[in-house]
């Protein structure tokens, strides 16, 4: 709900005198997140393999934990609330929200979003259930904690490419100067290293007014070179004020690391993320921008190999997608196709020899259609190709150099026939960086637009420390730890995957103990959900 329209905020705030705000709830602080709260995960959330403190390539050390900001309320309401400015600089003055005299957004009844709106991550509940755990609503904010004339912004884009990076970029300067009245904001250069290594350049709504319809990042970005001295003593010597880090986990942990630096030293600075992911394997959201156009763009390499399969005798196309450790583009590409004979997945191991492996299934399908079409994700196989991982190696932001399944898998088919005397038209089609690297859709533009709007009110309204996203279909501010702890996964136990199963008609590829250990753990989680939790005093 919102609170005030913009007559209200006139009536209220008559003044522009900066006043000491009242309608932030006192946090009640507890030494872990993480114990405290096992009992809310989200059950689709998995935890990482290894806790790292690498961020995108960093080596800095990792962050000390901030204390969890919990209100707890009644029928167990637990709101996980975001660090604040005024938490260590308790004296700040605040002001009247420039929207409120902003001629756009006189025809909005209702604009300003009440101080008490939360956003449940739960949204099923159960009959005298837990209410479970809510993060602070998005929105503008009726008193702001800086003056126009006073911030100077600047964005970073981090780690790998992305559709709707510059459309993010755009919104976030829109934001800024049309609703904000800011004039004063940088574009840091080439990742993290270009606080302290690179160039700047001025960011103006002129000069971006057209980077939505170009793919990539006009700033450009790099893995590695988080040093958070170095980046934090730039932020201090440019006089910057708010900062606005555009990134995945990896870079989401960096700007954390960066505003417990910029807390320890007692700065007004607000540190703000944009999660970002091809992958959309960032926990707690419903998604991350770009998924929607990387899963269109997947279609056309999908609907080529359908053709050249189709095309030839025994014909095979074989398309590779990304999805290091989550196959949620190889998931829903398969399923919005509807021409995948088979979809293999990190989450879902798989088998080549003997009854009910791929290897069958294949000669089963070109006997039955005289075609098929496989699409694989990155990250699947690995276990059956770990003997050759230890020589890949590492990334600069830590992640283990994948083998390529695909390469590796379309090999292994052509032998397999090959020693069989059957004669197969096997097409590989890799198109990882022509996905990452279009535009985004019309759907991610809105997407990137409501996320960029967001983020720059949370900041403007004096909120720090946290990251924006979409949770059950509203706009919230999340505690970077919550979203770089784990690791969304497709469950292969729920609809979805069923769906797909239904749909290309392939084998699970899973062993009986398989099933019932997934749906163990999903049972497990779906109890801590439910208000069950093993800590009594959470």
């Avoid at 997947?298 to 997608?321: D, F, M, P, T, W």
Wanted: hydrophobic share 35%; glycine share 10%.
């Amino acid at each position: 709900m919102a609170s005030s329209s913009r007559t209200d905020a006139a009536a209220t705030d008559p003044d522009p005198t900066p006043t000491r705000p009242t309608d932030t709830p006192a946090p009640i602080a507890v030494p872990s997140p993480r114990s405290l709260l096992h009992h809310l995960l989200d059950r689709r959330d998995t935890p990482r393999g290894t806790a790292s403190p690498v961020m995108d390539g960093t080596a800095a050390a990792p962050a000390a934990k901030a204390e969890a900001k919990l209100v707890a309320g009644e029928a167990g309401y637990v709101l996980e609330d975001v660090p604040h400015v005024s938490d260590y600089l308790p004296d700040l003055p605040t002001y009247p929200n420039p929207l409120q005299d902003n001629p756009a957004y006189s025809v909005v009844k209702q604009y300003f979003v009440d101080p008490d709106d939360t956003v449940c991550q739960k949204i099923v509940v159960h009959k005298g259930g837990s209410r479970g755990n809510h993060f602070r609503r998005a929105g503008p904010r009726q008193r702001v904690y800086f003056e126009s004339d006073e911030v100077h912004a600047c964005i970073v884009t981090c780690g790998g490419l992305c559709p709707g990076l510059n459309t993010v970029i755009r919104e976030i300067v829109c934001g800024l100067s049309d609703m904000y009245g800011v004039s004063k904001i940088l574009g840091i250069q080439g990742g993290y290293r270009g606080f302290y290594a690179r160039n700047t350049i001025n960011l103006t709504p002129k000069n971006v007014n057209d980077i939505h319809k170009r793919g990539g990042t006009i700033l450009g970005s790099s893995r590695g070179g988080h040093d958070t001295t170095k980046i934090v003593d730039s932020i201090q010597y440019r006089g910057i004020n708010q900062v606005y880090v555009i990134g995945g986990d990896g870079s989401q942990r960096g700007a954390g690391v960066i505003f417990e630096e910029v807390r320890r030293r007692g700065l007004k600075v607000a540190v703000a993320g944009i999660p970002k992911t091809i992958d959309n394997d960032i926990p707690v959201i419903d998604k991350s921008f770009g998924f929607d156009s990387a899963v269109e763009e997947a279609q056309r390499a999908i609907n080529a190999a359908h053709v050249e399969a189709g095309s030839a005798e025994n014909g095979i196309g074989l398309v590779k997608l990304m999805g290091r450790y989550s196959g949620f583009i190889a998931h829903y590409a398969t399923l919005a196709s509807r021409d995948v004979d088979c979809c293999l997945i990190p989450e879902s191991p798989f088998y080549l020899e003997g009854e009910g492996g791929l290897f069958k299934f294949i000669e089963k399908r070109l006997k039955e259609n005289g075609h098929m079409v496989i699409v694989v994700a990155e990250g699947a196989g690995q276990k059956l190709i770990a003997e050759n991982m230890k020589e890949m190696g590492q990334d600069a932001s830590g992640n283990a150099l994948l083998l390529d399944v695909g390469l590796w898998l379309s090999q292994k088919i052509n032998e397999h026939f090959k020693k069989n005397k059957t004669t197969i038209n096997l097409k590989y089609i890799d198109p990882t960086y022509m996905i990452r690297a279009i535009p985004s859709n019309a759907s991610d533009n809105v997407y990137c637009t409501l996320l960029a709007h967001s983020v720059v009110h949370g900041a403007m309204a004096g909120y720090t420390g946290f990251t924006v996203g979409q949770v059950n279909g509203r706009h919230c501010y999340i505690p970077f730890y919550k979203i770089t702890e784990k690791q969304n996964k497709v469950s292969i136990t729920d609809r979805m995957w069923a769906r797909l199963l239904s749909s290309t008609n392939q084998p699970s590829f899973l062993s009986k103990q398989d099933v019932e250990d997934a749906k163990a753990e999903d049972e497990r989680a779906a109890k801590l959900l439910d208000g069950s939790p093993s800590n009594s005093k959470a």
